[in-house]
């Protein structure tokens, strides 16, 4: 596998990508677009910051990637459709800074309304005069935060210890949060602008966020605000907040990000109450580190096809629920595999049912398993639990997903596929670690630990059926470890099922087809 890395992460992280066993790793900081999209089929894999455009173009050259690497929080920079709909993983960092970010935040706010750098510019040339420097105290007045995820959050404590009051505009998330938070909730932005003395904006670049302060905005909030933009260019429109603190509404500015970064190109440049820096929120050695070798580890799990708490396109779990999660994902991929490796129809609708106590976890995760499963044998590496649900989606089949909780069936995981006249059951149990079972196939019941390779055959139920099966394998070298029969009545019809050693050959299975008795026999590798 190979990876590329197109801009600065710290060096732990280019070690820890470099000693990963089998990867090949190219450090090319601030490679040209052309060249780039020259030399993009060859990798696997791309480890960028917010520089470098993941967009259609990119895509179109990276032939082979599997992994988009975003060391860093905001993903504004990455074309997520494109990613998801070819199953490239994009994975980020997005606790690994906020601290950093939060605490640059604070420091802008305070060098702004203290004058700092105007202050430090006179001193410079010798000029020692305190006149026009007046800044002022953050004690007692109301900040405003736009965006109360986590920056937000961390903001509001920190400010909390500075004895301002806080209040928030963040319509997305609940009651509760504010509340635990000892913030006011502030249901409009209007609410807010009316009361923050400062305001500091924590949100994503979404279309909403965009301009989010702009003229109108601006004339709304009380005279003197002071504002702080450590999350995206262009939250604020520039060329308004400009105006405004030349009409005195806005008294200072703090500003990390501009909107035509990383040009040195905004009104706000050359006027003296602003504070820039050039997007330096995640810049300390702690940060860099942290995102360094968070990316590295998660670029290489990604590749390794391991799950990755941090994908951005795919439902988010904590680290410690993906490991609750890990047999049930084996077993729903389980479940899955065994549907177009048993039967050829084309499929309607496939109904997931969780009973127990599976059912009270965040189940998309397992749903996606087993999707990936059903679809895997035919779509081979070209569905992934990224693109898993859109694969389902464009062959037309409709994924119907229900939850039962109560003390009836313990964490049992039943899929029904639809097809046309039909419906094709699988069940499983997860019964503890490591310990996953496939319960129920096609209406017969087994008590199944699934194996690597299994050999699935129905066949008549009479004497005879299993002796004539196990000398026909015993002369083609292939070992049963494991056999179980199942039936659905007596003198009926019946299902057997062994886990073997080693992959089975058509020719074997050929020879087990036309065994008196035998209906069918086919080959299932998971
Ligand atoms: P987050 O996802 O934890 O929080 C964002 C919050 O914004 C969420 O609570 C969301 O509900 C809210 N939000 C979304 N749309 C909104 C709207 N229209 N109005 C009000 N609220 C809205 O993100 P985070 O990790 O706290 O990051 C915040 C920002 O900081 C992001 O833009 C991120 O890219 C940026 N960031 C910048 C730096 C830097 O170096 N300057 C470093 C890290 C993060
Ligand atoms: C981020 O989104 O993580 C920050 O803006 C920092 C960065 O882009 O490196």
Redesign the pocket.
Known sequence: MKVIVTERISDKGVELLKNAAGLEVDICFDIPRAELLEVIPKYDAIVVR?VTKINEEFYEHATNLKVVGRA?????NIQMEGATKRGIIVVNT??S??V???E??IGLLLASSRNVVKAHKMIESRVWERSGLKGSEMLHKTLGI?????????VTKRMQAFEMKVI??????ADA?FKKLGVEKCET?DDLLKKADVIS??????E??VN?LGAAEFAKCKKGVRVVN???GG?YNEQDLAEAIKKGIVASAGI??LVDEPKPISPLIDLEECVLTP?????TTE?QDNVGIAIAEEVVSALRGEMVPNAVNLPSLHPHDLEDMLDYLHLGEALGKLYYQLKKDPIEKIEILYQGEVAEMETQMITRAVLKGVFEPILKERVNYVNAELAAEGRGVDIVESKMTGETKRNLITVNIYVKDNVFTVSGKVFGENNIRITEIDGFEFDLTPERFMLVARNQDKPGMIGQIGTLLGASRVNIATMQVSRNQKDGCAMMFMTVDNEVNKETLNLLQGIDGIKKANLIKL
Do not use: F, Q
Not at 72 to 76: F, H, I, R, T
Not at 168 to 173: E, N, W
């Open positions: 917010s860093g929080n905001g993903v504004d997005p606790e800074n906020i950093s970010a939060a640059h935040t736009i965006g109360l995820g986590r920056i937000g959050a961390l928030a505009y963040d319509p997305y998330i949060r932005l904006i924590h949100t994503p670049k979404t909403e966020t989010i450590c999350a995206r939250l990390d990000v997007h330096l929120g995640a810049d940060a």
